[in-house]
């Protein structure tokens, strides 16, 4: 949970993200609330997912990175029993607003306070998009950590040439924020070399309008 004191440690980039999205919170979750509706493709990799949750027994599965909570309130809606984990105090409030009966807390991907083990899947919806290079192992170490052998780890992401990252598409209302845009074989080699299975990875419109990456896998 946040302290509402930052650890000097506490890298800029989390820094700097965590401030953006506190700052526009209320109108971010404005811009993505109906989102889903019109993603066809993405609302078929929810579905997937949902289903692949339930044949395995079902379980906790943490939506990390949730933002204002659509992702986690629509795998509820699947029958999943989802909670969010964002990094912006914001997020979570507008969350808990806009989704009352469903868990959301503050948490950074880089340190999730659950145990080993402790999920039946995870969803990094878009959210590892302002992790920089060298620290997309670290986090994807933690995510394996807290699932359980075999559990679900689905991921969405903007696609592109690895290159420095561009400044989120918002009219300057997030100028600290920044997205990185990485080739769907980067992010499967990442995710197999922090020893998952990766089982799909289609590419599709995403979320911004814009050719992004699904990659569904297993620990």
Same mark, same amino acid.
């Given at each position: 949970m946040s302290t509402g004191r930052e650890d000097p440690e506490t890298p800029q980039w989390l820094t700097d993200t965590r401030a953006s999205y506190d700052a526009d919170a209320t109108s971010y979750a404005d811009e993505v609330r109906n989102l889903l509706a019109e993603l066809p493709a993405e609302q078929d990799a929810m579905a997937l997912f949902a289903e *692949?949750?339930?044949?395995q027994g079902g379980g906790p599965v943490a939506d990390v990175g949730c933002g204002p909570g659509r992702i986690t309130a629509h795998l509820r809606d699947l029958g999943v029993d989802a909670f969010g984990i964002d990094l912006s105090p914001?997020?979570?409030e507008v969350? *808990?607003?806009e989704h009352p009966g469903v868990h959301f807390e503050v948490g950074s991907m880089t340190q999730l306070g659950l145990?080993?083990?402790?999920l039946a899947a995870l969803v990094a919806w878009y959210s590892i998009i302002h992790v920089p290079d060298e620290a997309i192992g670290a986090v994807l170490a933690g995510f394996r950590r807290v699932l359980r052998p075999g559990?679900?780890?689905?991921?969405g992401f903007h696609t592109g040439e690895a290159a420095s990252p561009d400044a989120q598409e918002s009219r300057g209302r997030w100028p600290?924020?920044?997205?990185r845009r990485r080739r769907p074989s980067q992010v499967a080699a990442w995710i197999e070399e922090a020893g998952f299975t990766v089982e799909t990875h289609p590419t599709l419109t995403s979320a911004a309008n814009r050719l992004g990456g699904v990659l569904l896998a297993r620990r």
């Open positions: *692949r949750v339930r044949a914001r997020m979570i969350a *808990r607003r145990a080993e083990g402790a559990g679900l780890l689905l991921v600290e924020s920044y997205v």
